[in-house]
């Protein structure tokens, strides 16, 4: 996987690149100091990650990976813990806490190859929804999901991944579309990158909904409607 790396301070960037070069299969095109200079050289070259700082003079790293191309993944890297929902809101595929563990690193590069290699499948190219379940197909296949086995959907740059409890199918579609076909009184939309199937949610605070294993974030712009339309009228008083 081909990556670069996008921070203003000099120590930041080298800490990166020294994990970098302990992860196989991971390899180092570029470095820079600012998003301009990396704007410029995406432009021309093609990256499957970006390991980027959001702290930084000019354009933000928040700003910048929203003009990131579609294919290419966001690594956020920070010493700032209360961004992390906000990377969420641009379809980054992690956050990483400065100083980074080795670890830690390791386990967001395994999350990106993953996502690259469901993106580089054979990729769904249909939706139909028949009473209390939906056709898809991907993998030149046809594949029957009740509204009750999915877990969440993930919306990934132009794709959506539906995660059941035990795989996950990608489709060619946005997070907007689907959940438009979706069970108003099921599912809930609780960031721009995540919607959840209510009747699956084990527990949740202001921030995460929990799901098994799985631990979704509640965006800003959809904290309110959660809260209003799946909680309040479920909850019950004392």
Request: contains cysteine.
């Amino acid at each position: 996987m081909r990556c670069i790396i996008v921070d203003d301070e000099p120590l930041a960037r080298e800490g990166i690149q020294m994990l970098v070069s302990h992860v196989p299969g991971l390899e180092l095109i570029e470095s820079f100091s600012s998003a301009d200079a990396a704007a410029l050289f995406l432009a021309n070259n093609t990256v499957d990650i970006v390991f980027l700082d959001i702290q930084m003079p000019g354009i933000t790293g928040i700003e910048f990976a929203k003009q990131i191309p579609p294919k290419t993944l966001v690594i956020f890297t920070t010493a700032y813990a209360e961004y992390a929902l906000d990377s969420y809101e641009v379809d980054a595929i992690d956050y990483l806490i400065k100083p980074v563990k080795f670890d830690r690193f390791q386990k967001a590069v395994n999350k990106a190859a993953a996502y690259l290699q469901l993106l580089n499948s054979p990729k769904a190219d249909s939706f139909d929804t028949i009473e209390d379940y939906f056709f898809v197909k991907a993998d030149r296949r046809v594949f029957k999901i009740y509204f009750k086995d999915i877990l969440f959907i993930e919306g990934l740059k132009d794709y959506v991944i539906l995660h059941t409890d035990d795989q996950k199918i990608i489709t060619a579609m946005n997070i907007k579309t689907i959940f438009a076909q979706l069970p108003a009184n099921i599912f809930a939309r609780v960031s721009k990158s995540y919607v959840v199937n209510t009747t699956r949610i084990q527990s949740f605070d202001n921030n995460t909904v929990f799901l098994g294993k799985h631990e979704i974030p509640i965006g800003n712009t959809y904290r309110t409607f959660f809260f209003d339309e799946f909680v309040s009228k479920r909850m019950l008083n004392r």
